[in-house]
């Protein structure tokens, strides 16, 4: 019985197929709406979840304002930026700290091995806390320890593109390279990292592969810090736990612009924060999204319930001829039910092909980061049905109500 209603269905669509896409055309766009919306938000969830785990939940970062310097309403008052006296007390004052660090950084800088091998890389003078802020892997060699800092000896670590650039398949610790007017010794190399360098409110990821390390101490003894610049360009904080994090962002801006008496030349940044009112910001989003696929959605049940209606209204005399033959209502009822259901899966598999389409189109337009989750596609299609199963119900009802003597007779 089913099979033979499967059959109708599909003769149904091949007769009248302008009418039958017509009808889907809704459906289609409103599940492509629902899936591109979906990848492009699964796709910021994403990006924004790496860009947090690679700067650290538990992280609360201090920067320079740029657009303290950059203002010239500005240019009358103090600038104090970061330096040693605010690294002090930010030990001293704030509880809970696991490591800190503050860092110089010099973008795309070209550095020389003693053979004449060179690249660029960027370069970032940190203390040697600032590898368990950021998390990193040491392939061989070491890390900078205390004494290296105390002494301002001439030590680097560096990525692995770096360390493959520069001395192909040879051991990189022991070796010399050239960065800015000093020669650094080797001392480590780091573990391949995946992370990519990204932005987030202003804070930006580092591309590890590319990164060379120098202690702090040593860059500020042999390159110096240009005049009216701050010493560091941020102090990077790593806390026990994530307890009373917006309280503790609270206390260090007010505790900067009494020390720098209120210049507001510090920004004191907690990517965890940021995630959640990034969370907050993608969830209204999303809702938007979902209204404007609802809408499309809506359209096209209206539009599969009146053909429908039509269908219904042209098969007058092929219901009753069925209901004379001893068809029952339900099997009319699930006759119409299985044509809606039909038209409207047709348009949510179509819809599918259609989310793939704007999912990679944004992300290679825009240049956004897109993911369809697996989850979305059932979804959809899910949705599509359900929407052939709800408008067709009513035109349904409709045949399988016909009076079967009437229905004989009537003419269209």
């Known amino acids: 019985m089913f099979s033979e209603i499967l059959n109708l269905c599909f003769l149904s669509f091949k007769t009248h197929k302008i009418r039958s896409f017509l009808s889907a055309l ?5 599940v492509g709406a629902v899936i591109g919306m979906l990848s492009i938000g699964e796709g910021a969830r ?7 785990k690679m700067m650290g939940e538990k992280h609360i970062i201090l920067k320079v304002s740029k657009s303290f310097q950059e203002n010239g309403e500005n240019k009358d008052k103090s600038f104090y930026g970061l330096g040693f006296s605010d690294l002090r007390i930010l030990k001293e004052g704030l509880p809970d700290i696991k ?9 795309n800088i070209e550095v020389y091995t003693e053979l004449g091998e060179k690249t660029k890389g960027n370069l970032y003078a940190v203390q040697k806390d600032y590898k368990e802020i950021l998390n990193l892997q040491i392939k061989s060699g070491r890390f900078f320890v205390e004494e290296d800092e105390k002494e301002c000896f001439n030590v680097c670590v560096i990525g692995k593109s770096i360390s493959l650039k520069l001395f192909g398949s040879q051991k990189p610790e022991g070796q010399k390279i050239k960065i800015l007017n000093n020669w650094y010794t080797v001392v480590g ?13 202003g804070l930006e990821t580092e591309e590890i592969d590319k990164s060379i390390y120098v202690p ?8 110096g810090v240009k005049e009216n610049t701050s010493t560091f360009d941020e102090i990077a904080i790593t806390l026990n736990d994530l307890k009373g994090l917006k309280t503790k962002k609270i206390y260090i801006e007010k505790l900067f612009k009494r020390l720098h008496q209120k210049a507001e030349d510090v920004e004191v940044v907690v990517p965890l ?4 009112q990034k969370q907050e910001t993608q ?3 999303n809702i938007v999204m979902a209204c404007i696929a609802g809408i499309s959605l809506l359209v096209g049940g209206i539009g599969i319930m009146n053909i429908m209606l039509a269908s219904v209204l042209e098969r007058i005399r092929e219901i009753g001829i069925r209901r004379a033959v001893g068809a029952r209502k339900k099997d009319i009822m699930l006759q119409f039910l299985l044509e809606a259901s039909f038209i409207s899966g047709i348009g949510g598999l179509a819809g599918i092909i259609l989310g793939f389409i704007i999912a990679y189109s944004v992300s290679f337009f825009a240049k956004w980061t897109t993911t369809v989750p697996l989850w979305s596609i059932f979804l959809s299609f899910g949705i599509s049905i359900a929407v052939g199963i709800i408008f067709g119900y009513w035109p349904s ?12 007779r009537y003419e269209a």
């Open 46 to 52: 994403k990006e924004v979840l790496n860009l947090i």
């Open 397 to 408: 009802k409709k045949g399988a109500e016909a009076n079967p003597i009437e229905a004989l």
């Open 216 to 223: 702090l101490r040593t860059f500020l003894l042999k390159e």
């Open 273 to 276: 924060l940021i995630l959640k």
């Open 283 to 285: 969830r209204i989003f």
């Open 26 to 30: 809704g459906v289609f766009f409103g």
């Open 99 to 107: 490591a800190i660090s503050p860092y110089k950084k010099i973008e």
């Open 189 to 201: 190399t780091l573990s391949d990292m995946k992370g990519k360098k990204g932005k987030l409110e």
